[in-house]
């Protein structure tokens, strides 16, 4: 009987960087929970220790390698299983990681095929947990680097490391890394805690920022909607006032106005006006009546000795005799003449 198990994990970063993430073998217990030891006898074999049902061991050699594409690796010994990790870029920040492991129960748990079955489906669900704290290991790491020691998230609370459930061949191994050194840690403890203070303070200001400007627009919708009901107010209290006028104003006889409300029209009871003799009351000019061009001059006439019509003939040239006074309007109309000026 052999299980079979898939598991296929998005990691936000580039292909490149998530390859040479994934096949540090040996940082696994600092960030896995079950994977208690990854050791190597050389390049390429390896030994390894999971606490899955129980304390599960095996030696591995590597087969199946494409540089950025894919890794794979063989049981010589324990535990008869094997595994292929497939990397498919989406992008240049973006890796589809699929696992495929498949694995033989032990001979001696033949017997217990329930037990077994349920051994298997909490196996799915540590391959499911132990992805996922892989993609939360590349997330925190810096982007362009490919050093699991520069990511926050090892060392977590849940690592085999950190619960202290690392084998004694683990331990030595890691004393032997110059990265695992007291000092480096130390340092690296303290480095870390100053990002994450920085990252704090950096995401309390965009908090802020973000509450500043809910907070402006808060106040700008409360005021403009103080606007409006005060401008509701004023206009109810318009409306109130026009219509107590009206009433008000209801069954009052309206006053008579001197100039519009006559009954000869505007400006028809006004004595003089300057909309000529016709629109007045009173005749300003008697001869109103006549043509304007043709009326005679109303400046009163000189005095004049009375001779009879014989002499008064013989005194007036033939064209004088019959022409008419010039009215004064046409002088006004034309201007004097040049016999006028000239007298």
Not at 107 to 125: C, K, N, P, Y
Not at 186 to 192: G, Q, T, W, Y
Not at 226 to 244: G, I, T, Y
Request: no cysteine.
């Amino acid at each position: 009987m052999m299980g079979e198990h898939h598991v296929t994990v998005l990691v936000p970063d580039s292909v490149k960087n998530v390859y040479a993430l994934f096949t540090h073998f040996h940082d696994f217990p600092k960030y896995m929970r079950f994977v208690q030891e990854v050791t190597y006898y050389d390049p390429q074999r390896s030994h390894w220790v999971v606490q899955v049902g129980g304390k599960q061991e095996w030696d591995a050699v590597n087969e199946n390698w494409i540089p950025e594409r894919q890794v794979g690796w063989r049981s010589i010994k324990g535990l008869q299983n094997r595994g292929t990790v497939k990397f498919t870029s989406l992008g240049p920040d973006q890796t589809l990681v699929d696992v495929f492991i498949s694995h033989i129960p032990p001979m001696g748990i033949v017997g217990r095929i329930a037990e077994w079955l349920g051994i298997d489906s909490h196996f799915q669900t540590i391959l499911e947990k132990e992805m996922q704290n892989f993609t939360r290991m590349v997330e925190e790491a810096p982007r362009g680097t490919a050093d699991p020691m520069l990511s926050h998230y090892l060392f977590h609370q849940e690592s085999a490391f950190t619960r202290g459930k690392t084998t004694e061949r683990q331990r030595t191994s890691m004393k032997d890394d110059p990265m695992m050194s007291p000092e480096h840690l130390r340092e690296r403890e303290k480095k870390v805690a100053n990002e994450r203070e920085e990252e704090k303070r950096e995401s309390e200001f965009k908090q802020a920022g973000v509450d500043l400007k809910r907070q402006q627009m808060q106040d700008a919708t409360r005021m403009q909607y103080e606007a409006l009901q005060r401008q509701r107010v004023a206009d109810l209290q318009e409306s109130h006032e026009k219509r107590e006028k009206e009433k008000q104003q209801e069954g009052i006889k309206h006053e008579l106005d001197p100039v519009r409300d006559t009954i000869g029209g505007r400006n028809a009871s006004m004595e003089r006006t300057a909309f000529g003799d016709q629109d007045a009351r009173h005749e300003r000019f008697p001869q109103h009546q006549e043509g304007p061009m043709t009326a005679r001059s109303l400046r009163p006439q000189k005095a004049e000795m009375p001779v009879s019509a014989a002499d008064e003939k013989a005194e007036m040239p033939a064209s004088a005799a019959d022409e008419k006074a010039e009215s004064q309007w046409k002088n006004l109309i034309r201007g004097r003449s040049l016999e006028d000026e000239t007298r």
